[in-house]
């Protein structure tokens, strides 16, 4: 018994130290598979850090280059609407100045128009006064006339004669 039991006794000493040298190298195999998988872990979460960091960076960068375009854009709308409203306040101004030579060129005219109406209507009355004094000296003319012509109406041939040998 004693041979069989030492070769038992061996074998399974042989096994036991055989599953504990199994056990030690799969714990040390855990804790290297841990340290790697850490490792990989820490690498992945740094890569990952690392790209959200570009990300960040590239948008941030993108969106200070579409503020940058888009307040180039606005600025520029401005400017041109500023001018728009610039031109068109020069167009006023510029077609108010025209109304007003215009206005003041027809003030002139109506005034320059009224006094010669009134240059007129005074050269009418002077000469409606001219007129009157023509015809009632006219009037006069034809009533001497007619006055001659009544008396040469009664005045026989002879007289007559005699009157133009006076004259």
């Known amino acids: 018994m004693s041979d069989s039991f030492w070769i038992l006794l061996s074998a399974l000493s042989g096994f036991a130290l055989g599953c504990l040298i199994f056990l030690v190298y799969l714990r040390l195999f855990q804790v290297r598979r841990k340290k790697h998988i850490k490792k990989e872990t820490s690498f992945i979460i740094n890569q990952?850090?690392?790209?959200?960091?570009r990300i960040e960076k590239s948008a941030l960068?993108?969106?200070?280059?579409?503020e940058r375009k888009i307040k180039s854009k606005v600025e520029a709308e401005v400017r041109k609407e500023k001018?728009?409203?610039?031109?068109?306040?020069?167009?006023?101004?510029?077609?108010?100045?025209?109304?007003?030579?215009e206005f003041k060129r027809?003030?002139?005219?109506?005034?320059?128009?009224?006094?010669?109406?009134?240059?007129?209507?005074?050269r009418n009355?002077?000469?409606?006064?001219?007129?009157?004094?023509?015809?009632?000296?006219?009037k006069e003319k034809m009533?001497?006339?007619?006055?001659?012509?009544?008396?040469?109406?009664?005045?026989?041939?002879?007289?007559?004669?005699?009157?133009?040998?006076?004259?």
Request: charged share 45%.
């Open 83 to 101: 001018k728009q409203a610039e031109d068109m306040k020069y167009q006023a101004e510029k077609r108010k100045a025209r109304l007003e030579r």
């Open 143 to 167: 009533e001497e006339l007619h006055s001659i012509m009544e008396k040469a109406a009664n005045v026989t041939k002879e007289q007559a004669r005699e009157e133009s040998f006076k004259n």
């Open 48 to 53: 990952a850090k690392s790209q959200a960091m």
């Open 61 to 66: 960068s993108k969106s200070r280059d579409m």
């Open 125 to 138: 009355e002077t000469m409606k006064e001219q007129l009157e004094k023509a015809t009632n000296k006219t």
């Open 106 to 122: 027809k003030i002139e005219d109506m005034e320059n128009q009224t006094k010669e109406l009134e240059r007129q209507k005074e």
